[in-house]
């Protein structure tokens, strides 16, 4: 499948994603309350935490699905190589899950920033976050694996319709059952559910059939330990240059001051959405061409999705910096909230668009 069709059809389904996200923000903050949206933000940082916990496993399956369409993997490593991280990511995610529901009364108390909101309140909606981030990176892995088979149209037609029903359900939760953070996270929860067993379906319907079955083995995640434990580290120095001010901010700021903030947050990363289509796209193809020592178009397709990447990006960017009040007050209809958030976006669209800018380098790197 060539890289354009990946490319307009990974723009689809973000765009897509995109407009549910930012559609469904302002329905969540008048059934929720602004508080409440903060604790969506704190659920944020715990989700991209995840990315220290995964252990460089979500990437490392991507790339090694583009070796094996460049010939560099067997069926049989693939195969095994995926149940082994299945397998190994349960035990992790309920190690997790546990931690997550044992500290939720002393972060509900401790940690989170001033609010008139019930601790009992803010503890149940933390454990029900620990299920959730657990489940949506089992979801990842399988994702990974689709898109990393470069299934990309498959991939986000699947994407579309789990968010579609992840947003419009909960909006259901909210307007018929109880309008309260923890139905919330009950709804996303049970999304997540579904979501994994359906990722999983497909992704094990696209990989290649062999003779014999996939099992968990020891000897395919070594082989693979040094790339994942790289990532890993990497990881964790993303996870501080991104999430540090998050994670201070949460304990610093009051509940409602850091929706604010997650607010603007959320609208810069629409930069990481409008360049994450062209990166889903190229990765693959670039472990590919690595994998069958095609260097010279390595280095023509590398070029190309850079220069794409700075054009799109840098136009986003720029639109988000010269009218980011105008542009918060058209979305959440709420001029006090455009006020708060306005100059801070401005400032996160030029850092986020400074961190765009490296990405080609990046995946050419774990390429």
Avoid: C
């Avoid at 799109?312 to 958030?341: K, N």
Wanted: charged fraction near 10%; glycine fraction near 8%.
């Amino acid at each position: 499948m060539s890289i354009k069709l990946n490319v307009v059809a990974n723009y689809a389904g973000i765009a897509f994603q995109t407009l549910i996200s930012f559609a469904f923000v302002p329905v969540y903050i008048k059934f929720l309350g602004i508080e409440a949206y903060g604790l969506i933000g704190f659920y944020t940082i715990l989700q991209a935490s995840m990315q220290i916990l995964e252990f460089g496993l979500r990437p490392t399956l991507g790339r090694e699905m583009g070796l094996f369409k460049g010939g560099g993997r067997s069926a049989e490593f693939i195969r095994n190589l995926l149940r082994s991280i299945e397998i190994l990511w349960l035990f992790v995610g309920l190690i997790i899950t546990s931690l997550m529901l044992a500290t939720a009364p002393w972060l509900a108390r401790h940690w989170v920033g001033e609010n008139s909101m019930a601790p009992e309140t803010i503890s149940k909606a933390i454990q029900m976050m620990g299920v959730v981030i657990s489940l949506k990176s089992l979801e990842s892995m399988y994702s990974s694996t689709i898109f990393g088979l470069q299934r990309q149209v498959a991939g986000n037609a699947l994407a579309v319709g789990l968010s579609a029903i992840r947003a419009f359900g909960a909006v259901g939760v909210l307007t018929l059952f109880s309008a309260d953070i923890v139905s919330f996270f009950i709804w996303q929860g049970t999304v997540s559910i579904v979501s994994a067993l359906t990722l999983r379906a497909v992704a094990w319907r696209f990989l290649p059939q062999t003779n014999t079955s996939a099992r968990f083995s020891l000897q395919t995640l070594s082989s693979i330990k040094s790339f994942a434990l790289g990532i890993a580290g990497t990881s964790v120095v993303v996870f501080l240059l991104m999430q540090t001010d998050k994670i201070l901010l949460s304990k610093i700021l009051t509940l409602k001051e850091f929706a604010h903030y997650s607010l603007a947050v959320m609208m810069a990363n629409a930069l990481f959405m409008v360049g994450q289509p062209v990166v889903t796209a190229i990765y693959p193809r670039l472990a590919q061409l690595f994998g069958g020592k095609d260097h010279s178009f390595l280095a023509y397709t590398f070029h190309k999705g850079a220069q794409l990447l700075t054009v799109l990006v840098g136009s986003a960017a720029a639109v988000l910096f010269f009218y980011a009040t105008a542009i918060v007050g058209l979305w959440t209809h709420d001029p006090e909230v455009a006020s708060h958030t306005g100059a801070i976006l401005s400032v996160l669209a030029l850092g986020g668009l400074l961190n765009v800018l490296n990405w080609m380098p990046y995946q050419i790197q774990l390429a």
